[in-house]
Every structure is written in structure tokens, then in C-alpha cells.
């Protein structure tokens, strides 16, 4: 079956300007995840979905990151205002939810290079 | 907090030697840690988890890890290293505490083998 999806693959973007960056997760995955891996670093957690409850968004670096889900499918992540300090690659994950034995899956990413 | 420590940035290894990659971990409660693998531009794929029962656990590839709770370590391993085993490799845990469920990533160890 199909993986994690995202898109674009890559985007370069200038300073100030907004971007918006996609998601679509394995069908039947309730739980969706986005991660941030800057070059030569771990990943750091951004926001968490799980079905209609309210998200985890403790891991967005600034009021310029937000992130939607429409019901349990595609999500989308917005960074407005962009800075240099934004280039990175985002990672998209979906996992089946309910049971902590349950690994996450990661779409290839998105890698944001800002200008 | 739980967290994950990956204290070698890069090993190397001729093929045909066994591989360690070490991860030591700090939680509070009972661990579920997971090792994933990232391939140069690709995302990261799972490897193996521990959530409970035996010690030795078996993973995709041939990786296999020990998790050592009077060690608190989770070290991935594997008898016989390829050359297409060479890439990114990291620990995580995983964090359920109220409202969220995210993996806590190490930094990341390079595995580098050597024909």
C-alpha cells in the first residue's frame, strides 16, 4: 500500500514570504505527527493530531508555525513570515493510534531552504 | 523528561565485522524505545522496537538491539556489517504523557562501512 506522502519535495522560498507544506498519511492512520530535522541534527518534535481531539502543538517554535488536519487525513504545516533559521527538512509521520506498540511511519520530507 | 543519548557521531566498521551503535536512555516509567534508519535523501524507516518482554530484539535487515534496563541502554547491532548498511541511524523514545505522543530522537549516529 501507499506510504506517507508529502509535497513538495523541496522548495527554496526568500526571507518574509509564507509556505505551506503537505501531508498525506497512510490511510487508516488516526494519529499524525510532524517532525523538523535541521542539517546535521536530530529530529525535533512540531505538533501532534490524533482524530477529532484537541492537538499537541507544544513543539511549534514561534507563532509563525501552525498546522491544520482536516477530519483524519491530509494535513498541511504554514510557516509565514519565513526565516533563514526555518531552512530544514519537515517530516510528516501517521501511525495507527490506541496502543503504545505502534510505530510511526515517515513520509521522505520536505526540504525548506529560505534565502 | 525522557530523553535519548546517542554518545557516537560517527562509526565505522569493515564489512563483514559486527556493528554496535549505542543509545542510553532516561525516562520515568517503563521505556518504548525504537531505532529508525535514514538513508541519504530519503526519510527515516523503522528498524525495531522495544515496548516489553524479551530483551533481544529482532528488527528488519538483520539489526537486532539489547535493551539493558540496569544499563539503561538500547544498543543496535548486527553480526555481519554490509556496505549498504552504511547511513543514519537513530534511538528514540517514546513520550504518552498527558495530551501527547511524540518520539524524543537521539542526535544521531553515522554508520559508516568499509569494503
Known amino acids: 500500500g501507499a506510504g506517507v506522502s508529502q509535497s513538495p519535495s523541496n522548495k527554496v522560498t526568500e526571507k518574509g514570504k509564507d509556505v505551506e507544506l503537505r501531508c498525506d498519511p497512510i490511510s487508516g492512520h488516526t494519529a499524525l505527527y510532524w517532525y523538523r530535522q535541521r542539517l546535521g541534527q536530530g529530529l525535533e518534535f512540531l505538533i501532534y493530531f490524533q482524530g477529532n481531539s484537541a492537538p499537541d502543538k507544544s513543539g511549534l517554535p514561534s507563532d509563525r508555525f501552525s498546522a491544520e488536519r482536516t477530519g483524519e487525513s491530509v494535513s498541511t504545516l504554514t510557516i509565514q513570515r519565513t526565516q533563514q533559521e526555518d531552512s530544514a527538512v519537515y517530516l510528516c509521520?501517521?501511525?495507527?493510534?490506541?496502543?503504545?506498540?505502534?510505530?510511526?511511519?515517515f513520509g521522505p520530507g520536505t526540504r525548506l531552504t529560505v534565502t | 523528561a525522557q530523553s535519548v543519548a546517542q554518545p557516537e557521531d560517527q562509526v565505522n566498521v569493515a564489512e563483514g565485522n559486527p556493528l554496535t551503535v549505542k543509545c542510553t536512555y532516561s525516562v520515568s516509567g517503563n521505556p518504548y524505545l525504537f531505532w529508525y534508519v535514514q538513508y541519504p535523501n530519503r526519510g527515516l524507516q523503522f528498524l525495531l522496537k522495544y515496548i516489553t518482554g524479551d530483551n533481544l530484539v529482532k528488527g528488519s535487515y538483520g539489526f537486532e538491539a539489547e535493551f539493558n534496563k540496569s544499563q539503561t541502554s538500547f544498543h543496535l547491532k548486527k553480526p555481519s556489517a554490509l556496505v549498504s548498511d552504511s547511513a543514519l541511524y537513530f534511538c528514540?523514545?517514546?513520550?504518552?504523557?498527558?495530551?501527547?505522543?511524540?518520539?524524543?530522537f537521539g542526535t544521531g549516529t553515522r554508520l559508516q562501512v568499509f569494503p
Open positions: 528514540a523514545v517514546r513520550d504518552m504523557s498527558y495530551n501527547t505522543d511524540k518520539l524524543i
Open positions: 509521520a501517521s501511525s495507527l493510534a490506541g496502543a503504545r506498540t505502534y510505530e510511526q511511519y
